[in-house]
């Protein structure tokens, strides 16, 4: 049975008055014609498996190419950007006076009360100027890291007249690793500082991570700051002439300074 469109596209085929084709007759041709035919005429269209090494190979630099990339990642990621990238954990002591010289000269108040550079150390492009005046303290951070020079400070001031007398005590603890965000800054700081007796020669701190960082210490008074919040451990290796000793930093909090 015709229909009428069929008909009319067979119009515009130059082949319709060709005889009709009996379709299984060709398919049945074209099977018998496939299974004779020899393997070696379609060898070269068929995908050769890859042998076992090459296919290790080939896995090896897959993986080979992650770690690349991966690497590349952070590298990307983490280099650069990365706050406090020159921190380390060995301070160098500089002249206090000169570091401290483009620190503010007053803390506290009102009225603000006068502070002298006690303790100047480095740590890679930052110094840390620890300043002192009648029962207040002041940090103050300074950074050449960047195309501008930053310098942030906070100070703190005891609630209890002498607190910041050793007394028997070989060292006290007035900041006791507290964060804080400088701005401007390269993000948060964590610090650890005191006072020491004459004796007392190094500091160790150490975070409950297992970071470890020597504190610089002068002029009866010992600092480390720590890149980012980070917790501080409770034990303290202090150094002395009479050699190294582990205290606990909680015992040796001074009074009135809120962290007791």
């Not at 515009?12 to 060709?26: H, K, N, T, W």
């Not at 400070?153 to 070989?170: I, M, N, R």
């Not at 650890?192 to 020669?201: C, D, L």
């Not at 917790?231 to 000793?245: A, C, F, K, V």
Request: charged residues 20%; proline residues 9%; hydrophobic residues 45%.
């Amino acid at each position: 049975m015709r229909r009428p469109l069929l008909d009319a596209v067979r119009g515009l085929d130059p082949a319709a008055g060709a005889p009709e084709i009996d379709g299984e007759a060709m398919l049945a041709r074209i099977r018998a014609s496939a299974q004779g035919a020899r393997k070696d005429d379609v060898a070269h269209l068929v995908p050769r498996r890859p042998s076992r090494p090459v296919r290790r190979l080939a896995v090896g630099a897959a993986a080979l190419s992650a770690v690349l990339v991966l690497a590349l990642v952070l590298t990307l990621t983490q280099g650069g950007g990365q706050a406090y990238a020159t921190w380390v954990a060995q301070p160098t002591l500089v002249p206090a006076e000169t570091a401290g010289a483009i620190c503010p000269e007053e803390a506290g108040g009102p009225p603000p009360i006068p502070v002298e550079p006690v303790l100047a150390e480095r740590r890679g492009e930052y110094t840390f100027v620890v300043l002192v005046g009648d029962n207040v303290f002041m940090e103050c951070l300074i950074s050449t890291a960047g195309e501008e020079l930053f310098v942030v400070t906070q100070a703190a001031e005891s609630g209890v007249e002498g607190a910041l007398d050793l007394g028997e005590a070989p060292a006290l603890v007035v900041v006791p690793g507290v964060p804080w965000d400088p701005d401007p800054g390269e993000g948060p700081v964590t610090t650890v500082m005191g006072v020491a007796s004459e004796e007392v020669t190094g500091v160790r701190v150490t975070t409950t991570d297992g970071v470890s960082a020597d504190a610089a210490v002068a002029d009866g008074w010992w600092s480390v700051w720590f890149p980012g919040e980070v917790e501080i451990d409770d034990d303290l290796l202090l150094t002395t002439p009479d050699g190294e000793s582990t205290v606990s930093l909680e015992g040796l909090l001074a009074p009135g300074l809120g962290y007791g």
